[in-house]
């Protein structure tokens, strides 16, 4: 009952920047946290930046990516600058969602938008 829809990834020259959104829609009661995580092939999925009380980033990203939420429109931003040919993955979105009609917590993942960085 909850979705969570990412976009704005492609293809960027070393040294360029995107901005990815995630969204989130269904039956949502509140969202305690979002969180950006991604997978480069052969890898397993690691932790991007994580929003929730605060903010955290994987020492890499630090200085370079920024997250960001709107959370009247339950959406979180990443934005990622300077970016570098090992940023190459998929970039996955998830949410810690309280449910409207259920009184647990869980969490949903997003379908991942492909990061691209390449000459």
């Known amino acids: 009952q909850v979705q969570l829809v990412e976009s704005g990834g492609g293809l960027v020259q070393p040294g360029g920047s995107l901005r990815l959104s995630c969204a989130a829609s269904?039956?949502?009661?509140?969202?305690?946290?979002m969180a950006w995580y991604r997978q480069a092939p052969g890898k397993e999925r690691e932790l991007v930046a994580s929003?929730?009380?605060?903010?955290n980033y994987a020492d890499s990203m630090k200085g370079r990516f920024t997250i960001s939420r709107d959370n009247a429109k339950n959406t979180v931003y990443l934005q990622m600058n300077s970016l570098k040919p090992e940023d190459t993955a998929v970039y996955y979105c998830?949410?810690?969602?309280?449910?409207?009609?259920?009184?647990?917590?869980?969490?949903?993942w997003g379908q991942g938008t492909q990061v691209t960085v390449s000459s």
């Open positions: 998830n949410a810690d969602v309280r449910q409207r009609w259920l009184s647990v917590r869980n969490t949903f």
């Open positions: 929003s929730g009380g605060s903010t």
């Open positions: 269904g039956s949502i009661f509140s969202i305690d946290a």
